[in-house]
């Protein structure tokens, strides 16, 4: 199986992330590449069977959160046929970022079949709570 990992970040913590989830689906036999989102192009989708986008949580701390980048998510190729699977980062509350990243990414006519939160201070943890939970759903992809 083949796998996008789309990422956009400022601070690095959510491209971190990203090669984070590659590696622990290469364990899984998943041929998972990381790819900054200002880099992707049709191309970039076209011969995956999964594609994940992680972005950054952007809000007042606590109120007003949302995946950063909108623009960017808004300009991705059309997903349409595709499983997705999406993650934000964050560091104290994501509020809704993950269910309007969620969104984004069902706009651009893919199949969203999971999303995870991950926090900042437990990037190892949740990034394998993440894989772990995307197992089975890989085995139907
Ligand atoms: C302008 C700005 C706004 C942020 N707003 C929030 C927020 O509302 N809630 C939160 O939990 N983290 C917030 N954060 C923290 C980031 O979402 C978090 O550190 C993230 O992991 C950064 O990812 P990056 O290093 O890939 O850029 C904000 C960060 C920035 C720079």
Not at 10 to 24: C, D, M
Not at 69 to 93: E, F, H, I, Q
Request: glycine share 8%; charged share 25%.
């Amino acid at each position: 199986m083949r796998a996008v990992i789309i990422y956009n970040s400022l601070t690095g913590t959510t491209e971190k992330a990203a090669h984070r989830i590659a590696s622990e689906l290469k364990a899984l036999r998943v041929e998972a590449t990381p790819v900054p989102i200002a880099e992707v192009d049709e191309a970039t989708v076209a011969d995956v069977d999964l594609v994940i986008v992680g972005t950054w949580t952007d809000g007042i701390v606590i109120v007003g959160q949302k995946p950063a980048g909108k623009k960017k998510l808004r300009n991705l190729p059309s997903l349409a046929g595709k499983k997705a699977v999406v993650y934000c980062t964050y560091a104290v509350d994501p509020g809704h970022t993950l269910d309007k990243l969620v969104a984004e990414v069902a706009a651009k006519g893919a199949d969203v079949i999971g999303g995870f939160a991950i926090a900042r201070h437990d990037l190892v943890g949740d990034v394998a709570e993440f894989v772990d939970r995307l197992t089975p759903e890989l085995a139907g992809a």
